[in-house]
């Protein structure tokens, strides 16, 4: 039997997978909330105002400045107008790269082409891959240049790897996490230093390094400090939380909560068990990969992920966090499969003896139904997500640009969508991109939200409306407010204004959002 030549393969694979990302992107989708953030940081750098997210303050609430900067030079030259068109263009356009280094990898690595693209498969047409691409993060960015840097080391260039791998880490705080496996890998085989390697990866990071301690004090993203446990809680507490997440956190990375929910797989037990044939099947093709240059970095480097993302960021079930691992382990299943299919032939050899690929390309031709229907419908209630973000926290940020004074301040959790369009000054209840509330939180770990509001009395609050805080409410670990005296003096001090109730997704009501504005003089309560 012909099978198609590797160049068919190459185009049919990567023109299904733009069609793919082009058919969700003007299917409706819009950019995720922390990808505004990141481009207000953009949109001041390049109105001269400097790499800031609330003006006059250096504070480095982003953990992507290479992104930063691409989309800050994109508004500086072309405007804002376009920039989210860009960042998807872009990002496709990566994506693709991202498909054929990694096939590429697979192939060098004494794969069969055939083999080869087809371990790349869920990459074109799974749902969080293509969702990522129209997502505005920097996740494809990310995955392309680990990927082009896992090439040239399989390649033996190691100053490109090494100068690539100083770039991931200006991509994500991840991106050190393989700059240093690098240099491991490379320590061990030669039993010392790689010191040219070494410098290149400097020549390329020490530049941003060195203004970042400059301009803000620290290397250190506050995002990244705001959001990790151990600004929180002990070192002992954390690691043991962290730990106890890794087998969830593996699992989840095989995404099935993505797939249709139809027929058999409606039941938790039939999930799980796919779930736990995905393991198999991973565990199985990196007994495979581990053997060979270039699979066998993709093994261990995903299992370093797997072991950092639960202890640096419990919320691994964040699209953006589980893609750049998960394009690591896809591959690697997909060559437990194609060993499953091997298997297949020696056990039936005589009707597969003319085709001996013929159960691999099934296997893929049967991935391909299920993976090709579950977009479909995940682009539907992505696009119903998208409706929902624009008819609440989009809504409010126009409302405070258009109907606020400029000098006014905002205090929310929220604050990419609104923060991006209001313009306005924002205190962030979070901690991303205010310190000040960071160290609130550090000191108070029951109330700090009270605590915030009354301490920065900020203009405006936008809360959701299961924040509200009539009865006692958790909100990030701690109660919203301690006391009834609390709750009274909020809204003696505060009085609602507006009110955005979103539609029901997936059987469940989208957020509602309620924006309360400050009293002009406080209205006497008791206790």
């Known amino acids: 039997m012909e099978y198609p030549t590797s160049r068919r393969w190459i185009a049919a694979l990567l023109i299904g997978a733009a069609a ?34 609330n003006p006059g303050e250096a504070v480095l609430g982003t953990t992507t400045p290479l992104w930063t900067l691409l989309n800050a030079l994109y508004i500086r030259l072309f405007g804002a107008a376009t920039v989210v068109a860009f960042a998807f263009w872009l990002s496709m356009l990566l994506d693709l790269a991202t498909i054929v280094l990694i096939s590429a990898v697979l192939t060098r690595a004494g794969f069969k082409p055939i083999t080869s693209w087809g371990a790349v498969l869920p990459l074109a047409f799974f749902s969080p891959f293509v969702f990522s691409t129209v997502s505005g993060m920097e996740t494809s960015l990310f995955c392309a240049i ?112 993505y797939l249709p929910h139809v027929g058999l797989l409606n039941g938790v037990w039939p999930r799980r068990a796919l779930e736990l044939l995905a393991a198999c099947m991973f565990l199985l093709g990196a007994m495979v990969g581990v053997r060979r240059r270039g699979t066998r970095e993709m093994v261990l480097f995903f299992f370093v992920l797997i072991l950092f993302y639960p202890l640096a960021a419990p919320d691994i079930l964040c699209s953006w966090y589980g893609v750049p691992p998960s394009v690591l382990f896809y591959p690697i299943l997909m060559l437990g499969l194609w060993r499953v299919c091997g298997f297949a032939v020696k056990r039936f050899p005589r009707p597969l003896k003319r085709r001996p690929d013929a159960p691999w390309v099934l296997a893929c031709g049967a991935l391909l139904l299920v993976l090709v229907p579950g977009l479909a419908i995940r682009a539907y209630h992505l696009e119903l997500y998208s409706k929902n ?45 205010s310190p000040a509330i960071t160290k609130l939180r550090q000191e108070s ?23 509200i805080p009539q009865n006692y409410v958790f909100v990030g670990g701690g109660r919203f407010f301690s006391t009834s005296q609390e709750r009274a003096d909020f809204f003696s001090r505060y009085t609602e204004v507006r009110k955005y109730a979103g539609d029901s997704v997936d059987g469940n009501q989208w957020e509602s959002y309620v924006v309360f504005q400050k009293r002009s003089r406080p209205q006497s309560v008791q206790p």
């Open 445 to 467: 770990p029951s109330g700090w939200c009270a605590k915030a509001i009354f301490s920065f009395s900020p203009d405006y609050i936008v809360l959701r409306d299961y924040e």
């Open 146 to 257: 680990l990927a082009f840097s896992l090439y040239s080391f399989r390649s033996d260039n190691r100053i490109l790897a090494f100068a690539s791998a100083g770039l991931l880490a200006l991509c994500r705080p991840e991106g050190y996490l393989w700059l240093g496996f690098l240099l491991l890998t490379v320590t061990l085989e030669r039993r010392e230093l790689p010191w040219r390697e070494a410098g290149a990866s400097v020549a390329v990071a020490a530049p941003w390094l060195v203004f970042s301690a400059w301009r803000f004090g620290t290397i250190i993203p506050h995002s990244a400090i705001a959001k990790s446990p151990f600004t929180y809680s002990s070192l002992a507490r954390g690691l043991k939380s962290g730990l106890e997440l890794i087998p969830k956190s593996f699992l989840a990375l095989t995404f099935l909560g």
């Open 389 to 433: 973000e624009a008819d609440t926290r989009k809504a409010i940020g126009l409302f405070f640009a258009q109907q606020t004074p400029a000098e006014a301040t905002v205090m929310l959790e929220p604050i990419g969508y609104i923060g991006y369009f209001s313009g306005r000054y924002v205190y962030d209840l979070a901690g991303l991109v």
């Open 20 to 53: 793919a990302r082009m058919a969700v992107y003007f299917y409706g989708a819009a950019p995720a909330e922390d990808a505004w953030i990141t481009l207000r940081y953009s949109r001041n750098i390049a109105n001269g105002l400097g790499f800031v997210y």
